[in-house]
């Protein structure tokens, strides 16, 4: 399937979303591919909700990669190749179980589309958002998440089991739902509480 660009938002220091104008049914967490050639194939959280009447998907821009150099040449009116959605790290709304969401840099991508879906749809479920991230800077959709505290890693360092309690008091009710690079989830979900955890790693950071 080919979607339009439609529009292109500087989020936060490197981090852009793409708003994209396609027919796609997802759930709040899905995930889908973009293709921009034949080597060039990643998978993307969609940031948007399905409240929403775009498609959007949020990403960082590294020197490194063949595939971010690509795509920050890419113009509104581009198509893109997509394919999806895909993932089982959605919301369930009718699960009314409070919810602690802990991102790692870009891995606020689920998030967003989770809280805002709960926020349009008007749902009674509490939900508090750690976010952590190398400096504010980088925080891409902090002005609009409500119940959120971030934790800039340059000056308080990690995020852990230390500040996860002392930033979410209960902690202990809630059930916990950690999204980021590996080794930012593995870290985290080593000290959630047994049975309580769901995950979602982004491969590739
Ligand atoms: C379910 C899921 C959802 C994701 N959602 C987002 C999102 O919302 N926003 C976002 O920015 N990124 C997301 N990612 C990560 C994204 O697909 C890219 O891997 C990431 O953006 C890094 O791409 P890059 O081009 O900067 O790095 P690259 O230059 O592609 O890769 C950097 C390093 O990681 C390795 N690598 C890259 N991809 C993979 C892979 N799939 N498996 C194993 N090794 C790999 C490369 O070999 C290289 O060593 C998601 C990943 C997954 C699995």
Not at 83 to 93: A, K, R, S, W
Not at 179 to 205: D, L, N, Q, R
Request: proline letters at 4%; one cysteine or more.
């Amino acid at each position: 399937m080919t979607a339009k660009i439609i529009e292109i938002i500087d989020e936060a220091k490197d981090i852009r979303s793409f708003r994209l104008q396609a027919k796609m049914d997802y759930l709040p967490g899905q995930w889908f591919y973009i293709k921009l050639d034949e080597n060039l194939k990643h998978h993307f959280t969609i940031s948007s909700s399905p409240t929403e009447d775009f498609l959007q998907f949020t990403t960082k821009f590294r020197e490194e990669s063949d595939y971010k150099k690509a795509l920050w040449q890419r113009k509104i009116g581009d198509e893109l190749e997509i394919n999806g959605p895909f993932g089982n790290f959605v919301l369930d709304e009718k699960d009314t179980t409070p919810r602690l969401f802990i991102a790692g840099g870009i891995g606020i991508t689920p998030f967003r589309s989770m809280i805002k879906y709960v926020s349009d749809k008007q749902l009674t479920l509490p939900i508090k958002l750690l976010y952590s991230v190398k400096s504010k800077a980088e925080a891409a959709f902090a002005a609009e998440l409500s119940d959120l505290r971030i934790v800039e890693t340059e000056k308080e360092g990690r995020l852990d089991k230390e500040k996860i309690e002392k930033y979410c008091l209960d902690w202990k009710e809630r059930s916990w739902w950690v999204c980021g690079p590996p080794a930012m989830v593995e870290a985290t979900t080593s000290f959630a509480p047994t049975g309580k955890v769901t995950s979602e790693e982004f491969i590739g950071y």
